[in-house]
């Protein structure tokens, strides 16, 4: 046994307060540190120690391992030591003689400080998140080990979460203003529950108690009815993190005052939406774990609730062993679902997280089988090859959009899947003129707004039984004879713009003259009630909307496609203009929050669509609430899951507070199903 460096010292409750603020900026490293080094233990004499194998892999779970101080008295009694910045080694325990050499990714030993982990083993991983992808830092090792001091800290020495959220938040205020990202805007929300005996507790909510955890259709694992809170500035951070740290489960045991009943996983979602065309969203999750320890309960002297707390964390630590072993081997089953930390996990470990672990060890002489089991955990994980990939998706434009049936609009973004765009609408045909096929090739890269209106026409020409069948999913001679009218179409749009400009001028010159005649009267009468009214009206005249966008598109809803076929005139535009400003009235009687498309429907007929609706949300099956407009098969387990939580929905706006459901998108799921209902 060696003698040991520095003493440690027991230090405030972790989480009493981050006092990250008044630290100096950390320096990230711009690169991921090179790659290296074998896995396993390497058994070798005390009196021949070697170098390591280097050899490079790219995205495998990159292992630092950190050694804390000497917290008790036996000073003498250390069992291990480090090498250099990426070696440590251990006594054999069979052989006194031998030294048994680990080599990892890094090395920390007692003296190294919080900024120093930081920097090294975190910083790097950090803008990978801005591009979309997933990263996650976990802190693994035996109970009292520093698992918590790593990632939490205290005010005096900030750990690995209030320094990554930091950097985070200022590394997207930073990016808003250069000229690449312009036109991006950057949203971080926080999430913050803990695994308490294979219960997933919600820590910014503790009613929200066993909450499920499911895998969307892209592997992203996803805690549905989870408590998010935004974050813009770090003081948001520490007002919900501070409170929610304190909800943690924590007792006193005997090799640790304050030991970690449970595992606590903050994720902080990073959130970058284009403000342009074609709407690119990238969503980057960043988990941060502080795992529970294992437990030797021969050591701990745990008996009762202590013990079968000890039992839940043990049995998941060795699911997360299995997964690993698993993984190494390259079996066909990954036991990820054995256990709900593994299944949280399954994203950052043989996923597609950048993935960072930590191995606190203990210096202390009873450590020693802990600190050996650790070790060779940690070498195995260095083993797991994660496979990075970004998430992108593409936000429909403000405008609302009208989808067709049980399809969905982000699946015709190129963007996401170029190569089912490109062969679903760049076929040539032979049929079209070339100035046709041009169009049409262009298709793909349209602008999710002129999709938008395709996907109106579509169902306008469905509606009406002009065809059976629909634009995006036709065999190719309806496709071309669906753009071939599109095009009229949009042909007519600028016709009935050319018309409409005209108006404008002649409703221009009638209000230049009328203010001709307002200025006589001002003139003659002496005072202003008269013009002023007169004026109010002569405005009236003038409020022409745009006819691409609501007007063309509620008359040509009402029935008619084309511009002739919609036999519009000047009456028939003024008429229209008539019907907006009744519209217009209406919303100033107290609907001002209503979207428009409701205020154009019958209220009994609005009412009645929502109870279905609500009904179905309340007692549809899964596949009963797949029938619903706008509603996969994720969404639909989304539902289930919530109604199994928070019982009933009062209305159809509760969607909003389910996963990834905005209030835009109830909205829009809102009218497709009520005007389905309304046509069936
Ligand atoms: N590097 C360090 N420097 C100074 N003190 C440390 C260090 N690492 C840990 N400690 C102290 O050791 C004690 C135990 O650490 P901590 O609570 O972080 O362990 P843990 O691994 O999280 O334990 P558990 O799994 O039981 O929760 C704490 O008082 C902590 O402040």
Redesign the pocket.
Known sequence: MWGTGER????DP?GAALAVRDLPPDICPSSILASSGINMAKRVSVLDSHGVNKKPSPSRVRVSV?L??F?EKEEDQACVRGLDAQSLEIVNYRNQLETMQYHFDAFYG?K?TQREIYTSSVCPILPHLLVGQNASVF?Y??????????MLG?PQ?PGIIPRAVRDLLQMTRGKNGTPEEENWTFTITMSYVEIYQEKVMDLLEPKNKDLPIREDKGHNILIPGVTQKTITTFSDFDEHFIPASQNRT?AS?K??????RSHAVLLIKVQKNQQISPFRQLTGKLYLI????SEDNRRTGNQGIRLKESGAINSSLFTLSKVVDALNQGLPRIPYRDSKLTRLLQDSLGGSAHSVMIA?IAPEKHYYFDTLTALNFAAKSKQVINKPFSLETTQAPVQPTMKRPRDDLENLVPSQHPKKVKSELTEESPTLSKEANRKKLHIANLDPAVVDRLLKLDRILSEKGKMETQLLSTPKRERMALLKKWEESQMEIERLKEKQKELEEKAMAAEARSDIELSDSIVSEGTFRVPLRTRAKARKVLRVQPLQGESHGRLAAEGELSGTALGLNENSIDAGIMMMEKKTQKVHDGDENKPSWEMKMRTDLLQNGREQILNLLNTGSIRELKSLQKIGDKKAKLIVGWRELNGPFTNVEDLASMEGMSTKQVDSFLKANILCIVAS
Do not use: C, I
């Open positions: 440690g010292h027991r230090s972790p950190r804390r101080p917290m007692e190294a802190a090792g035996p109970t009292g080990a520093g698992k918590t001091h790593t205290n020495q924590v045991t090799l640790n005052d304050r030991s970690s502080d795992l529970a320890g606190n």
